[in-house]
């Protein structure tokens, strides 16, 4: 059998061991987690605008030149014959 006063000092060690490595996994840190979770959505926010207006500036409306006739320009211009 055990000694019974090692048991304690060996719950507690192990105690110490559980309480590290729950302060280093991310779903048992729940401010942690919670930061992390509102930084990540913020960065993919600011991904996402900035590549529509990426999207927007490359796939612009051109204007195109068009020819017009004389005749229906502003000023008219008409052939004197």
């Known amino acids: ?3 019974p006063q ?3 000092r060996q719950s507690g060690e192990y ?4 309480k590290k490595i729950q302060d280093k996994d991310f ?5 942690s987690s919670s ?10 926010i600011v991904a996402f605008v ?7 500036y490359t796939k612009r409306f051109d204007k195109p030149s068009v020819k ?9 211009k008409y052939d004197s014959k």
């Open 50 to 56: 900035f590549g529509g207006c990426y999207m927007l």
């Open 15 to 18: 105690q110490q061991e559980l």
């Open 35 to 44: 930061g992390f979770l509102f930084y990540l959505q913020i960065a993919c």
């Open 27 to 31: 779903t048992h840190n729940w401010v």
């Open 6 to 8: 090692s048991l304690p």
């Open 1 to 3: 059998m055990s000694n």
């Open 68 to 76: 017009v006739q004389e005749s229906s320009l502003y000023t008219p």
